[in-house]
């Protein structure tokens, strides 16, 4: 089955800049997704279509891809940003969503 | 306002079904797929399928596939998810979400898999 890789964790300073990637096999053909969950909340999505970001999603968050790799990057982290970031895309045929196993941000 | 409003909690017993609602509102339920997303304790985010209620298109994860059953009621802009025999890995949050479809240039319809607005979330409980 497909299967999309994150990192478990990433950590960043208040203000630093956070990156955090996916890999996936089909990605240079398939959208990519990000959301963020916090805890006891519902996910939400930060970008869509690998670069894309949803009205009233502040400018801080960024989607970026390069071949098998794609890659949210939170500029200017806050420690409201604090949370559970997953991607999501699909497979080669386009028929399977999947999500990817997620990355804990924390904000030293 | 757009909204997804999912049924409450519900805690089974291993062996009975259960079918969990999504009511859709704030927009055209048909212009959108459904997607069922289930999150176990702890754990991460899983794709479980999607319906379109344009047609009934229903398409399932192969995890998911002859565990779940996913169905909607176009009259009361309605999605569900339901089980015949419910188990104690069952046990987890169930979102449900929406998200957007395009036709491509032979016509047929494709999938854009994000999901722009999501259920509050319903928790699923099977314990003897």
């Known amino acids: 089955s497909y299967e999309l890789t994150q990192p478990p964790s990433v950590s960043v300073s208040p203000g630093q800049t956070a990156r955090i990637t996916c890999s996936g096999d089909a990605l240079p053909n398939q959208y990519a997704y990000w959301y963020h969950q916090k805890p006891g909340q519902a996910p939400l999505l930060v970008v869509y279509?690998?670069?894309v970001r949803p009205s009233g999603i502040p400018e801080r968050f960024s989607g970026s891809s390069s071949g098998t790799t794609v890659t949210l990057t939170i500029s200017g982290v806050q420690a409201e940003d604090e949370a559970d970031y997953y991607c999501q895309s699909a497979d080669s045929s386009g028929t399977l969503a999947v999500f990817g196993g997620g990355t804990k941000l924390t904000v030293l | 306002e757009v909204q997804l409003v999912q049924s409450g909690a519900e805690v089974k017993k291993p062996g009975e079904s259960l079918r969990i609602s999504c009511l859709a509102s704030g927009y055209t339920f048909t212009n959108f797929w459904i997607g069922w997303v289930r999150q176990m304790p702890g754990r991460g985010l899983e794709w479980m399928g999607l319906i379109y209620p344009g047609d009934f298109d229903t398409r399932y994860s192969p995890s998911f596939e002859g565990q779940v059953t996913i169905s909607a009621d176009r009259s009361i802009s309605t999605a569900y998810v339901q089980w015949s025999s419910l188990k104690a890995s069952d046990t987890a949050m169930y979102y449900c979400a929406r998200g957007t479809y395009y036709y491509d240039s032979s016509g047929s319809r494709r999938y854009y898999y994000g999901m722009d607005v999501w259920g509050q979330g319903t928790t699923v409980t099977v314990s003897s």
């Open positions: 279509r690998d670069s």
